[in-house]
């Protein structure tokens, strides 16, 4: 089952906050196989077109009300890249 963008959204936010896979695919109805491999492909994303790329292209998707995830779990992203 394929997350839709309200869906990526929120998967975003909860990540953010701390929230564990299991939590959020319970909070999405969906699979936590499902919520892993979503965030595969976002970590794969910006490691490819950059994490600034993946926020404008969030921003541009309709997914506003997540900005402020998708920009947290970014950050995360990169110092723990950083410290690799």
Same mark, same amino acid.
Do not use: C, P
């Given at each position: 089952?394929?997350?839709? @963008?309200? #869906?990526?959204?929120? =998967? %975003?936010? %909860?990540?953010?906050? $701390?929230?564990? !896979?299991?939590? /959020? @695919?319970?909070?999405?109805? *969906?699979? !936590? !196989?499902?919520? @892993?491999?979503? =965030?595969?492909? =976002?970590?794969? #994303?910006?490691?490819?077109? $950059? *994490?600034?790329? &993946?926020?404008? *292209? @969030?921003? =541009? ?7 402020? $995830?998708? $920009? /947290? &779990?970014?950050?995360?992203?990169? %110092? ?5």
């Amino acid at each position: 089952m394929a997350l839709n @963008a309200d #869906q990526i959204a929120e =998967l %975003l936010k %909860l990540r953010a906050l $701390g929230f564990s !896979q299991a939590e /959020i @695919a319970k909070a999405l109805e *969906t699979s !936590q !196989q499902v919520i @892993a491999y979503q =965030l595969k492909k =976002l970590k794969e #994303q910006a490691k490819l077109k $950059g *994490t600034d790329e &993946v926020f404008n *292209t @969030a921003l =541009l998707g309709g997914l506003a009300g997540a900005a402020a $995830g998708i $920009g /947290i &779990v970014a950050l995360l992203e990169l %110092l723990k890249n950083q410290k690799e």
